[in-house]
């Protein structure tokens, strides 16, 4: 496995709650995402990172936010829980963004996040 | 929004046959990647085939790519029981920087 760790693995919380991912890695590389599966949708995207301090909107950023203050860590915030992001999220990194060459992501093992 | 779409959504098969998945995709690209998910698991990264090139291989693997048609395919020969798992097909998003993942391939192989 590529060098990314994802914390914490399972999370249960209260609707209305802040809840924070985090995404580490030891790659040392440029591009980082946050996706969430659900059965049904596949795979979306949330936020991703182009660079310390530099993100962006995926298809599904509302009632996330982002951060990224270090290289290596991504950190994924739910300002107020809620049971639809009852999910199970995941943290990619890539050396390139999609198309320049070095696109392939790399994915963490996910994080179980139920909302009561 | 979705710009690849595997079919079918669910295949089963026995050991030592052959698993075929196909891809389509709505707008023009310059790669196309598959991947594969195990139960609980994060998705790794399998091959990923350029729009220059029409077929690729990895050991049992093998991709088309038919960008007249847009679509591709992924060929698994001499399926395992270790290969049971899920199968995306991604692209690039319209000359942004970001990868759509379809909804994927269940695929299960029986010993």
């Known amino acids: 496995d590529a060098g990314i760790t994802q914390s914490p693995r399972h999370k249960v919380t209260e609707t209305g709650t802040p809840v924070t991912l985090r995404c580490h890695q030891t790659e040392n590389h440029r591009y980082m995402y946050w996706y969430r599966q659900d059965p049904g949708h596949g795979l979306r995207l949330i936020h991703y990172?182009?660079?310390?301090?530099?993100?962006d909107k995926g298809e599904v950023s509302d009632g996330y936010s982002v951060s990224r203050s270090k290289t290596e860590d991504f950190l994924l915030t739910l300002e107020s829980a809620t049971s639809s992001q009852t999910s199970v999220y995941f943290c990619?990194?890539?050396?390139?963004?999609?198309?320049?060459?070095?696109?392939?992501?790399?994915f963490g093992p996910g994080t179980r996040l139920l909302v009561l | 929004s979705q710009q690849g779409e595997e079919d079918p959504q669910a295949l089963s098969i026995q050991e030592g046959e052959n698993a075929t998945m196909n891809c389509s995709y709505k707008t023009s690209i310059n790669n196309l990647q598959w991947y594969r998910q195990n139960s609980g698991r994060g998705l790794v990264h399998l091959i990923l085939?350029?729009?220059?090139?029409r077929e690729k291989h990895s050991g049992r693997l093998r991709v088309t790519l038919d960008t007249s048609k847009k679509s591709s395919s992924l060929l698994i020969t001499a399926s395992r029981a270790a290969d049971t798992a899920s199968y995306f097909c991604a692209t690039p998003q319209g000359g942004s920087e970001k990868l759509v993942f379809g909804k994927g391939t269940k695929l299960t192989v029986n010993p």
């Open positions: 990172s182009y660079g310390v301090k530099d993100t």
């Open positions: 085939i350029r729009s220059n090139e």
């Open positions: 990619a990194i890539s050396e390139s963004a999609a198309g320049q060459g070095r696109e392939t992501q790399y």
